[in-house]
Nanobody, 118 residues
C-alpha cells in the first residue's frame, strides 16, 4: 500500500510563507502524477496545484503567482511552496497521488492544517 505523509503546515501571519512536503512510500514515485488539494470547513476539497510525472504543472487561479509545486524524485517528495499567504488560504491541505499505469490507483495523505491569521 502506498503511503503519503504530509508535513510543514502551521500558523502563519498574512503575507507569510510556508512550504509543505509530502513523502511517498515505495519505488514508483517518479511515475505518479502528484497534486495538492485543500479543504476549508464546510467547503469541498479543491485542487490547488498539480505536477505530472513529466514535470508539467497547473494551478488554481486563486494561487497562481503565489504557490509553486515541485518534486524531487530522488527523495520521493513533492513540495508546495506557498508565499504571500492570505486568510482565505486557511484549510487542511492534502497530498494526492495518481498512478499513470494500468490499473489506475489514487492515494491520499492524512492532511496538514494551514492557518493564516494575525
Amino acid at each position: 500500500q502506498v503511503q503519503l505523509v504530509e508535513s510543514g503546515g502551521g500558523l502563519v501571519q498574512p503575507g507569510g510563507s510556508l512550504r509543505l512536503s509530502c513523502v511517498v512510500s515505495g519505488s514508483s514515485f517518479s511515475t505518479y502524477d502528484m497534486g495538492w488539494y485543500r479543504q476549508a470547513p464546510g467547503r469541498q476539497r479543491d485542487l490547488v496545484a498539480a505536477i505530472t510525472s513529466g514535470g508539467s504543472t497547473n494551478y488554481a487561479d486563486s494561487v497562481k503567482g503565489r504557490f509553486t509545486i515541485s518534486r524531487d524524485n530522488a527523495k520521493n517528495t513533492v513540495y508546495l511552496q506557498m508565499n504571500s499567504l492570505k486568510p482565505e488560504d486557511t484549510a487542511v491541505y492534502y497530498c494526492h497521488a495518481r498512478t499513470t499505469f494500468f490499473p489506475v490507483h489514487y492515494y491520499w495523505g492524512q492532511g496538514t492544517q494551514v492557518t493564516v491569521s494575525s
